[in-house]
T-cell receptor, first 115, second 115 residues
Framework: AQKVTQAQTEISVVEKEDVTLDCVYE???????LFWYKQPPSGELVFLIRRNSFDEQNEISGRYSWNFQKSTSSFNFTITASQVVDSAVYFCALSHNFGNEKLTFGTGTRLTIIP | GAGVSQSPSNKVTEKGKDVELRCDPI?????LYWYRQSLGQGLEFLIY????????KSGLPSDRFSAERTGGSVSTLTIQRTQQEDSAVYLCASTVEGGLGNTIYFGEGSWLTVV
């Protein structure tokens, strides 16, 4: 069975601070994919990143960076110099490629950036 | 359209009535998914379509829930004899083709309230 744990239910930081959102996953698959989605108040899930299990290189996209470590089954997400527009619920998700990419989501982390 | 389109965006219905939720996936996307997001809970998978067939219906919570897809495009999720516990956001998603680790794109969801 697959499982994704986002232990941080809510985080509040002051604008311009850095913040890291944790994601720990469990799977028996050797090939799998990890995702992060952002859900702003509008409700739409916005795709942020997709990483396959064979690529452990960290990735940076602007103020966003991701740290994938298979040894600890973690896929953490860091926002540098946070902005008010970053306020949202962030979901980590796991899928396998056994035919349908059904996503297993974590329960989400609500991030509030205080101006 | 450019993104996944869902209608209605909001629906209030009386307990016991049937409701239909519509999803129009991104043009050319063969795989389509329905998820449910209940208040205070994460996202749970309901059903997956590849083309017009549904190889995975494992997430449908009861036989009151059904879904169909026609023409490899639009999908309808039907909830019969709605109950208050059906109140949730129903999210539709699509991807180019299932089973290949492709990114899944979500719509803004249909907010269902059963009173």
């Amino acid at each position: 069975a697959q499982k994704v744990t986002q232990a941080q239910t809510e985080i509040s930081v002051v604008e311009k601070e850095d913040v890291t959102l944790d994601c720990v996953y469990e799977t028996r698959d050797t090939t799998y994919y990890l995702f992060w989605y952002k859900q702003p108040p509008s409700g739409e899930l916005v795709f942020l990143i997709r990483r396959n299990s064979f690529d452990e290189q960290n990735e940076i996209s602007g103020r966003y960076s991701w740290n994938f470590q298979k040894s600890t089954s973690s896929f953490n997400f860091t926002i540098t110099a946070s902005q008010v527009v970053d306020s949202a619920v962030y979901f980590c998700a796991l899928s396998h490629n056994f035919g349908n990419e059904k996503l297993t989501f974590g329960t989400g982390t609500r991030l509030t950036i205080i101006p | 359209g450019a993104g996944v389109s869902q209608s209605p965006s909001n629906k209030v219905t009386e307990k016991g009535k049937d409701v239909e939720l519509r999803c129009d996936p991104i043009s050319g996307h063969t795989a389509l998914y329905w998820y449910r997001q209940s208040l205070g809970q994460g996202l749970e998978f309901l059903i997956y379509f590849q083309g017009n067939s549904a190889p995975d219906k494992s997430g449908l919570p009861s036989d009151r829930f059904s879904a169909e897809r026609t023409g490899g495009s639009v999908s309808t999720l039907t909830i019969q004899r709605t109950q208050q516990e059906d109140s949730a956001v129903y999210l539709c998603a699509s991807t180019v083709e299932g089973g290949l680790g492709n990114t899944i794109y979500f719509g803004e969801g249909s907010w269902l309230t059963v009173v």
